[in-house]
Nanobody, 122 residues
C-alpha cells in the first residue's frame, strides 16, 4: 500500500506559476499527476519514473515540468504560463512499487491522493 498526499494548490492569474508537491509513504517508481473538473473525466497531465522517463499531455507540453526526488519519496509539478483551462482539482497518483510509467490512463494507477485545487483566473 502507498499513501500519497498533495500540496501546493491555490489561485493564480493567467500567465502565472504554481508548484504542486506530492509526498508518498514509500518508494514507488512511477508517479503521475491527473486533473479533473466537476462532471468531467479525470485526465492525465504528466508522469515520471525513476529512470527519468516522462510523459506529458499535449495540452501542457512546454508549460509544465514533472520531477521526482526518490530520496524524499516526493513528486513535483512546476506549472508555468497557466491558463484558465488549467483550472481543476489536481491529483497525485502512483503505480505499484517498481512498475515504470506506460501511459496516462487512470486505470494504470493504483494509489491516489485526495487532490489539491488549482484555480486560474483571467
Amino acid at each position: 500500500q502507498v499513501h500519497v498526499a498533495e500540496s501546493g494548490g491555490g489561485s493564480v492569474q493567467a500567465g502565472g506559476s504554481l508548484r504542486l508537491s506530492c509526498a508518498a509513504s514509500r518508494y514507488t517508481s512511477c508517479m503521475a499527476w491527473f486533473r479533473q473538473n466537476p462532471g468531467k473525466e479525470r485526465e492525465g497531465v504528466a508522469a515520471v519514473d525513476s529512470g527519468g522517463g516522462t510523459l506529458y499531455a499535449d495540452s501542457v507540453k512546454g508549460r509544465f515540468t514533472i520531477s521526482k526526488d526518490d530520496a524524499k519519496n516526493s513528486l513535483y509539478l512546476q506549472m508555468n504560463s497557466l491558463k484558465p483551462e488549467d483550472t481543476a482539482m489536481y491529483y497525485c497518483a502512483a503505480r505499484p512499487y517498481y512498475m515504470g510509467c506506460r501511459n496516462l490512463l487512470v486505470t494504470d494507477y493504483a494509489y491516489w491522493g485526495q487532490g489539491t485545487q488549482v484555480t486560474v483566473s483571467l
